[in-house]
């Protein structure tokens, strides 16, 4: 049962593992398995609202907000309306401009972070459509909002959100697809091979656990460390981001989550040969800009960690230590690169002897402000 650790130490680590599942029941009766095409009842039942938005406003906190980083660039590439990504306790006292052409997508995996909902209320106020991606059945925010579709992970019980991310970020592949399908925007090769990628997902998932022995021992390398830095380009600087909110969580080990183009402004100062840095360097349409700044690092000595793509022979050469992970299509990208930065950090926590399940000071629905 999804309520009990099943012989796994840790519920977190039950939910990593479980994540090839969850992505089959989030796609179920979604992705038809004949036709292989995205039905969203949310989408055919808002058909005209959601076809008419001007712009998207995601609002969400913490892991979720990841999840809307990726949510943004997924949308925008398929279906050319604009996104904008917001933390939602900014969004909530700024005065934001949005009016009845706005659709606001509140992502949660509990349905009753207090910002979120606030949120959602001001939007509703203002005249926008809110559609809501929960995990939570019946919960605040799916009562509150006029459409929604559940990302069906089951209970998450540990505090550091893993298969609700994935969830998440499945939900809003399929709705891009779907939203992109209906505007004409997409020719139908690049939506079955991504549809047919998409159903590959939890397969490759399966490929990357299979390391985890492999990245339980990396782990032990880097219990020394008090800092850390996770860099990613495209579709992968959000998975950076999550990868390095999974380490402060649960290890506190400070970690900072950058768009790789961007350290040469600031976070460069801080790389010695006591610094480990994680780099998402598949080979996907940014792989020569990561190649450099790969050689970046290693000229000031960090200590790389690089995930690659098994057929990969130069960054194998340049970084210190390798994670490889199967190729898939760069959009999809961030459901397979996610799952080793959650079992990084889930390794090094354990390794310091630290509560994975219910790190300090933090908690698993925020309902105060
Ligand atoms: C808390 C949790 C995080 C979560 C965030 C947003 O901080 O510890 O794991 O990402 O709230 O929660 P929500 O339920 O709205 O996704």
Not at 152 to 180: C, W, Y
Not at 187 to 203: A, F, G, M, V
Not at 305 to 330: F, G, H, R, V, Y
Request: proline share 4%; glycine share 6%; hydrophobic share 40%.
């Amino acid at each position: 049962g999804r309520l009990e650790k099943d012989g796994y130490p840790h519920f977190m680590l039950k939910e990593i593992f479980e994540q090839p599942e969850c992505i089959n029941d989030c796609m179920r009766g979604r992705v038809n398995k004949e036709t292989h095409e995205v039905q969203l009842s949310a989408i055919s039942e808002h058909k005209e609202r959601l076809l008419g938005a001007r712009r998207f406003i995601i609002v969400a906190c913490g892991t979720s907000w990841h999840a809307g980083l990726i949510g943004k660039q997924l949308i925008e590439t398929f279906c050319r309306i604009p996104v904008e990504v917001e933390y939602a306790s900014e969004f909530r006292y700024r005065n934001p401009v949005i009016d009845n052409g706005d659709v606001v997508i509140a992502l949660s995996q509990s349905g009753e972070t207090a910002d979120t909902l606030a949120a959602i209320e001001l939007a509703k106020e203002k005249g926008a459509f809110v559609y809501g991606i929960c995990n939570v059945v019946g919960s605040s925010i799916p009562r509150n909002t006029d459409t929604g579709s559940y990302i069906h992970v089951g209970p998450e019980i540990g505090v550091a959100s893993t298969k609700a991310f994935t969830g998440q970020v499945t939900v809003l592949t399929l709705f891009a697809l779907a939203l992109s399908k209906e505007k004409q925007l997409i020719n139908d090769t690049t939506y079955r091979c991504i549809i047919d990628e998409l159903e590959q997902i939890p397969e490759k998932i399966k490929e990357v656990l299979k390391q985890n022995q492999n990245i339980a021992e990396l782990s032990r390398i880097f219990t020394y460390a008090h800092n850390f830095i996770y860099l990613g380009r495209g579709y992968s600087y959000p998975v950076a981001l999550e990868g390095a909110l999974k380490l402060k969580e649960i290890s506190y080990i400070h970690a900072e989550g950058y768009p790789a183009a961007e350290m040469k402004h600031g976070p460069i100062a801080l790389i010695d040969t006591e610094m480990p840095v994680v780099v998402i360097a598949t080979q996907n349409a940014m792989y020569e800009k990561i190649i450099s700044n790969i050689q970046e690092i290693k000229a000031r000595k960090g200590h790389i960690i690089a995930l690659i793509n098994p057929n990969d022979t130069i960054i194998s050469k340049l970084a210190d230590e390798c994670i490889e992970i199967p190729e898939t299509l760069e959009c999809l990208e961030p459901l397979i690169t996610t799952i080793p930065l959650q079992l990084l950090a889930y390794h090094i926590a354990v390794c310091k002897g630290k509560d994975v399940d219910q790190p300090r000071n933090l908690a698993k629905s925020v309902t105060v402000e």
